[in-house]
């Protein structure tokens, strides 16, 4: 009984942990703060009014916009703002939404380089 119970584990264990990364960016779950909800909804957007909409979504979800769970080491999708930044603006045709995928990436990916309280909310 042991033996098999070891044997799950051993195989169980490793699949759990590597598969781990794939189901958090698989977007399994719930965005956290107010930066997680505009980088889940705001690519692709191609025009303001929709990212202006989007905005005010993950605002009134998170209205401490400033707050994020910073994201770094080993689980973190991106290792920098900027690469965060390159990959969620992409295909997305709203300047207001770049600006504010621009904010979420580097709120959430530069904690020492960028300030949120020196930012601004968009209205």
């Not at 929709?50 to 401490?64: K, M, T, V």
Request: charged share 20%.
């Amino acid at each position: 009984m042991r033996k098999a119970f070891a044997k799950v584990v051993v195989i169980a264990l490793p699949v759990l942990i590597i598969s781990t990364p794939l189901r958090v960016s698989a977007g399994l779950f719930e965005p956290d703060d107010y930066s997680g909800c505009i980088l889940e909804k705001m690519p692709g957007v191609q025009n303001d009014l929709s990212a202006g909409a989007i905005a005010n979504e993950c605002n009134q979800r998170f209205p401490n916009w400033k707050e994020a769970h910073r994201r770094s080491g080993f689980f973190a999708a991106y290792h920098s703002g900027s690469a965060c930044f390159a990959e969620k603006s992409r295909a997305t045709g709203s300047e207001m939404a770049a600006r504010l995928i621009y904010f979420a990436c580097h709120n959430l990916y530069d904690p020492a380089a960028f300030d949120p309280e020196s930012a601004q909310p968009v209205q």
